[in-house]
């Protein structure tokens, strides 16, 4: 079964607790690498709760610009609860994906949606946790195989 590839991008996040729990995702996902961007993560890593350590097998790297280091042929989707956004349940994920997600404290900027090609939410009563938003997405993508769609 062809999995695709992915990555995550995280902008500015802020606690060491939801970046540990990201890397356990992207572990458990199949994930390729994740970055993030800001200093707040930085700050607070020496608290990190990777308890798998995924970040021996995973890169997590910090970045100026996460527009920057979109990976070859990835096409870049912004995770965000904000207005245009499409429905998860009824998204196809492309192939090759770079998952931009906002800090656990805001949402994305307009100069991160506006160079990503879509931008999509998890259909629920209010915010979602980044870590938890994280999962949502990773599972979903697993769970519709390779439904991928033709961008």
Known sequence: MSKGYSCVGLFNPKTPENVGSVMRAAGCYGVNSVFYTGTR???????????????????????????????HDCVPVAVDLIEGAKPLPDYKHPKRAFYIFGPEDNTLKKEITDFCRETIYVPTNGCMNLAAAVNVILYDRMAKGE?????
């Not at 439904?147 to 961008?151: D, E, G, L, V, Y």
Request: proline content about 6%; hydrophobic content about 35%; glycine content about 2%.
């Open 147 to 151: 439904n991928f769609s033709n961008h």
């Open 41 to 71: 993560y930085d700050l607070a890593k020496k608290f990190c709760t990777d308890t798998k350590n995924m970040y021996l097998d995973i890169p997590l790297i910090g970045v100026q610009d996460l527009k920057d280091i979109i990976p």
